[in-house]
């Protein structure tokens, strides 16, 4: 389990710092050719590897990261009824979209984020869709579950509202993001009918929130019997994913020239977040009475209590 930990802080590290080489590269390096110019050959081909490559790293970092700690977390069975559901379903949300202009609005991928499924929509789009949705979940759900008693079941009115808070801190960590990588000096896709909130339709926010909703209840489907009893610690990588990649997408935005998006952003996703990953517990509790018997039992037989399993049930 500990060289697992260590993976995970290896993929969750890397991909802060892609994301941060590559804001530097946007940013800095790309609106002053100058500099370009006067970097090595080595130096030159680096850079025009991480414009053409650095979302795409990025993003697989970021998925890579979080596949591991659901594993590591939540168990095999959870992970999986959570990344397939997320993958495919937003996949084909983008598919029809890219498509027909339903959910989201009319828009194009352009190049920069990897291989496009049906020349359409690059593979990694679906893997953020997934890691971001994750954590936005986890965040919600844990944060309702905080005061539920260990043998209290949770409430459809819980579910219903981790899904919707959930979808809520995705869809704000949008607001941020699309304005600025669709106008930035190297966009990643374009709005065909440019909308009224900073180039996007309005159309697009209802599409984030019903795409991610989705997914999110299929999951919640999935897990109705399934308490998640994260400690504030173990639920410190989904936050440390989703205010990082805030911070992404508000260089970027400020670097755009584009503050609202920040602001709403800020008041309806990093505020809630803190404050939901504050409710969870200071420390990780059994979930069940089964639980509480196979802890008293670890205890018992040696005098060093690993780390458990973050408090689901099994399937």
């Known amino acids: 389990m500990k060289q697992l930990v260590n993976i995970e802080r290896f993929f969750l590290i890397g991909h802060i710092l892609a994301m941060a080489f590559g804001l530097a590269g946007l940013l800095i390096v790309l609106p002053h050719p100058e500099l370009i110019a006067s970097l090595s050959p080595l130096g030159q081909t680096l850079f025009q590897w991480s414009m053409s490559g650095g979302g795409?790293?990025?993003?697989?970092?970021?998925?890579?990261?979080?596949?591991?700690?659901?594993?590591?977390?939540?168990?095999?069975?959870?992970w999986l009824t959570f990344m397939v559901p997320a993958v495919l379903l937003s996949l084909g949300?983008?598919?029809?979209?890219?498509?027909t202009g339903f959910p989201f609005?009319?828009?194009?991928?352009l190049s920069g984020l990897g291989y496009k499924v049906a020349d359409l929509v690059p593979f990694t789009i679906p893997l953020s869709w997934f890691y971001l949705g994750l954590v936005s979940y986890l965040i919600a759900r844990v944060g309702l579950e905080a005061r539920v008693k260990p043998a209290k079941p949770i409430s459809w009115l819980r579910h219903l509202?981790?899904?919707?808070?959930?979808?809520?801190?995705?869809?704000?960590?949008?607001f941020v993001l699309d304005p600025a990588m669709s106008q930035a000096n190297v966009p990643f896709w374009l709005w065909y009918q440019p909308g009224a909130f900073f180039g996007m339709p309005y159309q697009n926010f209802a599409g984030w929130l019903g795409t991610g909703a989705l997914f999110m209840t299929v999951a919640a489907l999935?897990?109705?019997k399934t308490p998640v009893s994260l400690s504030r610690k173990e639920l410190g990588l989904p936050l440390a994913i989703y205010l990082s990649n805030f911070v992404f997408a508000t260089v970027m935005s400020i670097g755009a020239g584009i503050w609202t998006p920040v602001g709403l952003g800020i008041l309806l996703g990093v505020a809630p977040?803190?404050?939901?990953?504050?409710?969870?517990?200071?420390?990780?509790?059994?979930?069940?009475?089964d639980q509480l018997e196979n802890s008293a039992t670890t205890r018992s037989s040696?005098?060093?209590?690993?780390a458990a399993p973050v408090g689901v049930l099994p399937k």
């Open 56 to 78: 795409v790293v990025y993003i697989i970092l970021g998925a890579v990261a979080v596949a591991i700690y659901a594993y590591r977390t939540l168990g095999l069975w959870q």
């Open 93 to 99: 949300s983008e598919l029809l979209g890219t498509s």
């Open 105 to 109: 609005g009319h828009y194009g991928y």
């Open 161 to 174: 509202g981790a899904i919707a808070i959930g979808a809520i801190l995705l869809t704000s960590w949008d």
């Open 222 to 224: 999935f897990w109705k």
């Open 273 to 289: 977040a803190v404050g939901l990953w504050w409710m969870a517990a200071s420390a990780s509790t059994p979930t069940a009475p």
């Open 302 to 306: 040696t005098t060093t209590v690993p």
